[in-house]
């Protein structure tokens, strides 16, 4: 008896685009854009607190991430950008990992509703 084990790969019903924090830029720029973004624009961080499911890895770019990414889904649709004095970039690769899932909502999906 042969027995295969074939791949299959997850695909997700969110496709993107993510905003995330911009890798070539200092720990310092990142961290105040996310800390303004936490503190000015009501934008939800309790997902990077200890606990939480997005508080791993704990870096400030990968919980930059998550609240750039929150901020941009939640306001794309009035004009919000990614960029955050280019702290953060767009990214079509999904940055999800574990039980941190990162949101992506298409402008689209906004329009409908507010018709």
Not at 43 to 65: E, M, Y
Request: net charge positive; hydrophobic share 35%; aromatic share 10%.
């Amino acid at each position: 008896m042969v027995f295969a084990l074939i791949c299959i790969p997850t695909i997700s019903a969110q496709n993107g685009p993510w905003c995330v924090a911009n890798r070539k830029v200092s720990d310092q720029v990142v961290q105040a854009a996310a800390v303004w973004t936490c503190q000015q624009s009501g934008v939800d961080c309790s997902r990077i607190q200890l606990g939480q499911n997005c508080f791993l890895p704990n870096t400030i770019k990968d919980h930059a991430s998550v609240v750039f990414n929150t901020y941009y889904q939640h306001f794309k649709h009035q004009g919000g950008s990614c960029d955050f004095h280019g702290a953060a970039v767009i990214t079509q690769t999904d940055p999800s990992h574990g039980s941190c899932q990162f949101e992506s909502v298409p402008v689209s999906n906004y329009r409908a509703k507010m018709k």
